[in-house]
């Protein structure tokens, strides 16, 4: 009689066919349950310090351009003899200002109005007649012709004047605005170098800009009463710009080492 004989398996080999049946698995898995998705989560620190300044720039300038309302107000017993004296006081207002040299395409019309004229002390209120109101707005750069402008206008019957202002032109404003703006840069890094010093602080390279504009407000002078205008002693109008100021503020980001 034969004896089956005990076999023994190795301990390496064991190990080995442990891990070689482990991979047929993941392999199986992967092949037919698709990849496993792995997820990575990155944190990152970032400064969020920064050493702020600001800088004012203010330049005093002479405004280069005028604006004026002339105005007339007409009252009569119809409309149509009310809109008849005044367009014909208009227009020979606006040909006087065209003769002056004003561009045509710097008078226009801001104002034309109808309204009845009611007789409140009949106790009726009837309507006794009617007023025109009527406003040229007149954009003027040479201030004489301001002057021979407003003279013109009252003397043909202008009997409102009104809303005079003095600004920058567009040409103007940028320029004067461009060196408000270097004054004001130049005065913040100063001050981020001084108080950087003064702090023992180390500044780094400029990370932010902001500018704040604060616009020229324009300035009325004065207006003229109806009481005091054509008459035949009037002195001659004498109206001076004045000055005005452009003023920014600019505030420097500085990253802090």
């Known amino acids: 009689?034969?004896?089956?004989?005990?076999?023994?398996?190795?301990?390496?080999?064991?190990?080995?066919?442990?891990?070689l049946s482990t991979f047929i698995i993941a392999a199986l898995f992967f092949k037919f349950a698709g990849p496993v998705p792995i997820s990575v989560t990155q944190t990152s620190i970032e400064k969020q310090s920064s050493f702020d300044v600001t800088g004012t720039g203010t330049i005093t300038a002479v405004p280069d351009t005028a604006v004026v309302d002339l105005g007339i107000t007409v009252n009569r017993s119809t409309v149509a003899s009310a809109q008849n004296e005044a367009n014909q006081t208009i227009n020979q207002i606006n040909d006087s200002l065209i003769?002056?040299?004003i561009s045509k395409e710097n008078i226009k019309t801001s104002n034309y109005s109808v309204y009845p004229d009611y007789d409140?002390?009949?106790g009726n209120n009837r309507i006794r007649g009617y007023r025109i109101n009527a406003t040229l707005n007149v954009k003027i750069a040479d201030f004489d012709k301001l002057n021979q402008a407003i003279d013109t206008a009252t003397s043909l019957g202008a009997n409102q004047v009104g809303?005079?202002?003095?600004?920058?032109?567009?040409?103007?404003?940028?320029?004067?605005?461009?060196?408000?703006?270097?004054?004001?840069i130049d005065q913040a890094k100063q001050?981020?170098?001084d108080l950087a010093k003064a702090a023992g602080i180390k500044l780094?390279?400029?990370?932010n800009v902001q500018e704040d504009k604060q616009d020229p407000s324009p300035f009325p002078l004065r207006t003229l009463e109806t009481t005091a205008i054509g008459?035949?002693?009037?002195?001659?109008?004498?109206?001076?710009?004045g000055s005005t100021e452009v003023k920014l503020s600019i505030t420097l980001s500085y990253e802090t080492l």
Do not use: N
Request: aromatic share 4%; glycine share 4%.
């Open 1 to 19: 009689m034969f004896k089956l004989k005990e076999i023994t398996t190795h301990p390496v080999a064991t190990i080995a066919a442990s891990v």
């Open 99 to 101: 003769d002056l040299g």
């Open 120 to 122: 409140h002390r009949s």
């Open 163 to 184: 809303g005079i202002t003095f600004t920058l032109s567009k040409d103007k404003q940028k320029e004067i605005e461009s060196e408000a703006r270097k004054e004001a």
């Open 191 to 193: 001050k981020a170098k």
């Open 204 to 207: 780094g390279k400029i990370i």
């Open 231 to 241: 008459t035949p002693d009037q002195e001659p109008t004498q109206i001076e710009p």
